[in-house]
């Protein structure tokens, strides 16, 4: 059964700490993904990973970075947390970045940054 | 402006009626793909459909790509069938979503 998971699945922070957000996916697919959904503005891409340590900004990079180093596991890390940065976050994975390849989504977590 | 429109924002139908999903993307996709959204949250792929027709049980997708869109027609709709329908447009893997549409399905 493939499958995308997301740890933890709610989280709440203050501002200025730290946040790790885990992602995993059992379906050796090479390309992983990390957005952020808001009421209104929908889902937006942070980061796209190709593959172990071959990392891309999305269309809203900045206050976060990723850690690729297994290509089952996809990280976000926020160094610093800010309250605008209370969100869902939402993992991916597929297998590429070419036709016909599905986007496969994880649970979700939300974080409230206090 | 906004990359991938969808309409309408909202939809209310008796169950047992059709629903009709609009997708319109502002530049050529490699991929479509529409998603169901629960009211929990969690994300569904429902159909994958970069041109031509595709049907899955009550789903059928007909994308359209030089005019750059694509629908989700719902037959025979359920209660169980509310929540909110994306609609995602992928070029070189990057996925940008429309809006959704917020579908309610009474009994």
């Known amino acids: 059964d493939m499958k995308v998971t997301q740890m933890p699945r709610y989280l709440i922070k203050r501002m200025g700490e730290n946040v790790l957000l885990e992602c995993g996916q059992d379906?050796?697919?090479?390309?992983m993904y990390w957005y952020r959904q808001d009421p209104g503005l929908g889902l937006q891409l942070i980061y796209i990973?190709?593959?172990?340590?071959?990392?891309s900004e999305g269309d809203i990079p900045k206050g976060y970075r990723v850690s690729r180093k297994k290509r089952e596991h996809f990280s976000l890390i926020l160094d610093s947390a800010k309250t605008n940065q209370t969100s869902v976050y939402f993992c991916?994975?597929?297998?590429?970045?070419?036709?016909?390849?599905?986007?496969?989504f994880g649970p979700g977590t939300r974080l409230t940054v206090l | 402006g906004q990359q991938v429109q969808q309409s309408p924002a909202s939809l209310v139908l008796q169950e047992g009626e059709n629903a009709e999903l609009q997708c319109n993307f502002s530049s050529t996709a490699t991929q479509l793909q529409w998603f169901y959204q629960s009211p929990g949250g969690s994300l569904v792929s429902l159909l994958s459909n970069p041109s031509g027709t595709k049907h899955t049980g009550r789903l059928t997708s007909t994308t359209v790509t030089k005019e750059r869109r694509s629908s989700l027609h719902i037959s025979s709709s359920q209660t169980t069938d509310s929540g909110t329908y994306l609609c995602g447009r992928q070029v070189v893997g990057q996925l940008t979503f429309g809006r959704g549409t917020r579908l309610q399905v009474y009994a």
């Open positions: 379906m050796s697919h090479e390309t």
């Open positions: 990973s190709y593959d172990v340590d071959s990392n």
């Open positions: 991916a994975s597929s297998l590429g970045t070419g036709v016909p390849y599905e986007q496969y």
